[in-house]
Protein backbone atom coordinates (compact mmCIF):
# COMPACT_ATOMS: atom_id res chain seq x y z
CA UNK A 1 0.00 0.00 0.00
CA UNK A 2 0.50 3.95 0.12
CA UNK A 3 3.41 4.87 2.68
CA UNK A 4 3.22 8.90 3.34
CA UNK A 5 5.82 10.66 5.28
CA UNK A 6 5.38 14.16 6.33
CA UNK A 7 7.80 16.58 7.70
CA UNK A 8 8.15 18.54 10.10
CA UNK A 9 6.06 16.92 13.30
CA UNK A 10 6.09 20.26 14.47
CA UNK A 11 6.70 23.52 13.33
CA UNK A 12 6.87 26.75 15.06
CA UNK A 13 6.99 30.57 13.07
CA UNK A 14 6.36 34.11 14.34
CA UNK A 15 3.39 35.72 12.74
CA UNK A 16 3.72 37.16 9.32
CA UNK A 17 6.19 34.02 8.54
CA UNK A 18 5.90 31.37 5.67
CA UNK A 19 5.53 27.94 6.96
CA UNK A 20 5.97 24.92 4.47
CA UNK A 21 5.05 21.21 5.30
CA UNK A 22 6.80 18.57 3.61
CA UNK A 23 4.96 15.05 2.37
CA UNK A 24 6.79 12.19 -0.10
CA UNK A 25 4.61 9.45 -1.14
CA UNK A 26 6.26 6.11 -2.62
CA UNK A 27 2.78 4.64 -4.64
CA UNK A 28 3.47 6.03 -7.79
CA UNK A 29 0.02 5.35 -9.18
CA UNK A 30 -1.48 8.33 -6.48
CA UNK A 31 -2.88 10.94 -8.77
CA UNK A 32 -4.72 12.91 -6.17
CA UNK A 33 -3.12 14.97 -2.93
CA UNK A 34 -5.15 16.64 -0.65
CA UNK A 35 -3.97 18.84 2.32
CA UNK A 36 -6.32 18.49 5.59
CA UNK A 37 -6.56 21.01 8.82
CA UNK A 38 -7.56 20.14 12.40
CA UNK A 39 -8.36 22.25 14.55
CA UNK A 40 -8.85 21.77 18.52
CA UNK A 41 -11.72 19.16 19.21
CA UNK A 42 -12.75 19.30 15.66
CA UNK A 43 -12.10 16.91 12.72
CA UNK A 44 -10.27 17.60 9.69
CA UNK A 45 -11.04 19.81 6.87
CA UNK A 46 -9.68 20.20 3.69
CA UNK A 47 -8.13 23.31 2.95
CA UNK A 48 -6.63 22.42 -0.65
CA UNK A 49 -5.59 19.53 -2.89
CA UNK A 50 -4.00 18.79 -5.97
CA UNK A 51 -4.52 16.94 -8.91
CA UNK A 52 -1.49 14.74 -10.91
CA UNK A 53 -1.83 16.65 -13.82
CA UNK A 54 -1.05 19.94 -12.25
CA UNK A 55 2.17 20.99 -10.66
CA UNK A 56 1.41 24.09 -8.44
CA UNK A 57 -2.37 24.95 -7.08
CA UNK A 58 -2.69 28.65 -4.77
CA UNK A 59 -5.96 29.71 -3.04
CA UNK A 60 -5.04 33.20 -1.49
CA UNK A 61 -2.65 32.09 1.44
CA UNK A 62 -2.47 28.89 0.94
CA UNK A 63 -0.32 26.85 -2.49
CA UNK A 64 0.70 23.43 -2.65
CA UNK A 65 3.22 22.13 -5.18
CA UNK A 66 3.52 18.84 -6.77
CA UNK A 67 6.88 17.03 -7.88
CA UNK A 68 5.32 13.69 -9.23
CA UNK A 69 9.01 12.37 -10.38
CA UNK A 70 10.40 12.94 -6.96
CA UNK A 71 6.85 11.65 -5.27
CA UNK A 72 6.83 14.71 -3.03
CA UNK A 73 4.30 17.70 -2.54
CA UNK A 74 4.18 20.56 -0.30
CA UNK A 75 1.88 22.96 1.63
CA UNK A 76 3.04 26.53 2.28
CA UNK A 77 1.49 28.97 4.17
CA UNK A 78 2.07 32.26 3.38
CA UNK A 79 1.79 36.01 5.73
CA UNK A 80 0.87 33.38 8.64
CA UNK A 81 -2.03 34.24 11.05
CA UNK A 82 -2.46 32.86 14.61
CA UNK A 83 -5.52 30.93 13.70
CA UNK A 84 -3.50 29.36 11.26
CA UNK A 85 -2.20 26.94 14.32
CA UNK A 86 -3.79 23.69 14.05
CA UNK A 87 -2.28 20.02 13.04
CA UNK A 88 -1.81 19.78 9.40
CA UNK A 89 -2.29 16.54 7.32
CA UNK A 90 -1.35 15.53 3.63
CA UNK A 91 -2.83 12.74 2.33
CA UNK A 92 -2.28 10.27 -1.08
CA UNK A 93 -4.62 8.61 -2.58
CA UNK A 94 -4.90 4.68 -3.85
CA UNK A 95 -7.89 4.42 -5.53
CA UNK A 96 -10.24 5.14 -3.50
CA UNK A 97 -8.67 4.90 -0.02
CA UNK A 98 -6.33 7.69 1.22
CA UNK A 99 -3.01 7.22 3.27
CA UNK A 100 -2.31 10.32 5.85
CA UNK A 101 0.62 11.50 6.71
CA UNK A 102 1.19 11.27 10.51
CA UNK A 103 0.42 15.09 10.76
CA UNK A 104 2.68 18.71 11.16
CA UNK A 105 1.34 20.96 14.68
CA UNK A 106 1.58 24.14 13.42
CA UNK A 107 2.20 27.58 16.06
CA UNK A 108 2.37 31.04 14.97
CA UNK A 109 3.29 32.97 17.73
CA UNK A 110 1.76 36.45 17.22
CA UNK B 1 -27.09 21.46 8.12
CA UNK B 2 -23.76 19.52 9.70
CA UNK B 3 -22.42 17.23 6.69
CA UNK B 4 -21.43 14.19 8.23
CA UNK B 5 -22.47 13.84 11.93
CA UNK B 6 -21.26 11.30 14.77
CA UNK B 7 -22.46 11.06 18.01
CA UNK B 8 -21.63 10.77 20.70
CA UNK B 9 -19.20 13.34 20.96
CA UNK B 10 -17.97 11.82 24.60
CA UNK B 11 -17.80 8.41 25.65
CA UNK B 12 -16.68 7.47 28.99
CA UNK B 13 -17.18 3.87 29.83
CA UNK B 14 -15.97 1.23 31.88
CA UNK B 15 -13.28 -2.04 30.69
CA UNK B 16 -15.12 -4.89 29.13
CA UNK B 17 -18.55 -2.90 28.34
CA UNK B 18 -19.70 -2.60 25.09
CA UNK B 19 -20.58 0.71 22.84
CA UNK B 20 -21.82 2.08 19.39
CA UNK B 21 -20.81 5.44 17.68
CA UNK B 22 -23.25 6.46 15.21
CA UNK B 23 -22.66 8.15 12.09
CA UNK B 24 -24.70 9.92 9.17
CA UNK B 25 -24.05 12.01 6.51
CA UNK B 26 -26.40 13.85 3.97
CA UNK B 27 -24.15 14.88 0.92
CA UNK B 28 -25.17 11.73 -0.85
CA UNK B 29 -22.29 10.32 -0.72
CA UNK B 30 -21.63 6.64 -1.57
CA UNK B 31 -18.47 5.60 0.55
CA UNK B 32 -17.85 5.85 4.19
CA UNK B 33 -15.07 5.16 6.83
CA UNK B 34 -14.46 5.11 10.06
CA UNK B 35 -11.23 6.23 11.57
CA UNK B 36 -9.14 6.24 14.66
CA UNK B 37 -6.89 8.65 15.82
CA UNK B 38 -4.29 7.97 18.85
CA UNK B 39 -3.06 10.07 21.09
CA UNK B 40 -0.13 11.66 18.80
CA UNK B 41 -2.66 12.45 16.38
CA UNK B 42 -1.74 9.83 13.48
CA UNK B 43 -5.13 9.29 11.45
CA UNK B 44 -5.40 4.85 10.74
CA UNK B 45 -8.38 3.87 8.49
CA UNK B 46 -10.26 0.88 10.56
CA UNK B 47 -13.11 0.04 7.98
CA UNK B 48 -14.58 1.64 4.94
CA UNK B 49 -18.21 1.02 3.18
CA UNK B 50 -19.27 1.53 -0.21
CA UNK B 51 -23.21 0.90 -1.01
CA UNK B 52 -23.27 -0.95 2.18
CA UNK B 53 -21.06 -2.92 1.04
CA UNK B 54 -17.54 -3.82 3.27
CA UNK B 55 -14.53 -2.83 0.61
CA UNK B 56 -11.58 -2.23 3.23
CA UNK B 57 -11.30 -3.46 6.23
CA UNK B 58 -7.92 -3.14 8.32
CA UNK B 59 -6.09 -5.20 10.90
CA UNK B 60 -8.53 -4.08 13.42
CA UNK B 61 -9.87 -6.58 16.22
CA UNK B 62 -13.15 -8.37 15.72
CA UNK B 63 -14.41 -6.62 19.18
CA UNK B 64 -15.01 -3.77 16.46
CA UNK B 65 -17.98 -4.41 13.90
CA UNK B 66 -19.08 -1.67 11.14
CA UNK B 67 -22.80 -2.12 10.26
CA UNK B 68 -24.20 -0.22 7.73
CA UNK B 69 -27.83 0.26 7.49
CA UNK B 70 -27.61 2.08 4.53
CA UNK B 71 -25.53 4.44 2.25
CA UNK B 72 -25.85 7.18 4.74
CA UNK B 73 -25.66 5.42 7.66
CA UNK B 74 -22.49 3.83 9.28
CA UNK B 75 -22.33 2.63 12.93
CA UNK B 76 -19.01 1.58 14.99
CA UNK B 77 -19.56 -1.28 17.50
CA UNK B 78 -17.54 -2.26 20.19
CA UNK B 79 -17.21 -5.09 22.34
CA UNK B 80 -15.32 -5.67 25.77
CA UNK B 81 -13.70 -2.40 25.64
CA UNK B 82 -10.13 -2.01 26.81
CA UNK B 83 -7.63 0.52 27.89
CA UNK B 84 -6.03 0.82 24.45
CA UNK B 85 -9.22 1.73 22.60
CA UNK B 86 -9.37 4.83 24.10
CA UNK B 87 -8.59 7.28 20.99
CA UNK B 88 -10.54 9.53 18.66
CA UNK B 89 -12.73 8.33 16.39
CA UNK B 90 -14.07 9.64 13.19
CA UNK B 91 -16.50 9.12 10.48
CA UNK B 92 -15.60 10.33 6.80
CA UNK B 93 -17.67 10.23 3.72
CA UNK B 94 -16.75 10.50 0.03
CA UNK B 95 -18.00 10.37 -3.37
CA UNK B 96 -15.32 8.18 -4.95
CA UNK B 97 -12.10 9.23 -3.78
CA UNK B 98 -13.49 13.13 -3.76
CA UNK B 99 -14.97 15.43 -1.37
CA UNK B 100 -13.84 13.46 1.63
CA UNK B 101 -15.26 15.11 4.57
CA UNK B 102 -14.70 13.95 7.89
CA UNK B 103 -17.29 14.55 10.91
CA UNK B 104 -16.40 15.82 14.16
CA UNK B 105 -15.28 13.01 16.14
CA UNK B 106 -16.18 10.94 19.07
CA UNK B 107 -13.39 10.84 21.95
CA UNK B 108 -13.92 7.48 23.70
CA UNK B 109 -12.03 7.16 27.08
CA UNK B 110 -11.78 3.37 28.63
CA UNK B 111 -11.75 3.65 32.15
Known amino acids: GENVEQHPSTLSVQEGDSAVIKCTYSDSASNYFPWYKQELGKGPQLIID?????GEKKDQRIAVTLNKTAKHFSLHITETQPEDSAVYFC?????????FGTGTSLTVIP | DTAVSQTPKYLVTQMGNDKSIKCEQN?????MYWYKQDSKKFLKIMFSYNNKELIINETVPNRFSPKSPDKAHLNLHINSLELGDSAVYFCASSQGPWGYTFGSGTRLTVV
Open chain 1, 91 to 99: AANTGNQFY
Open chain 2, 27 to 31: LGHDT
Open chain 1, 50 to 54: IRSNV
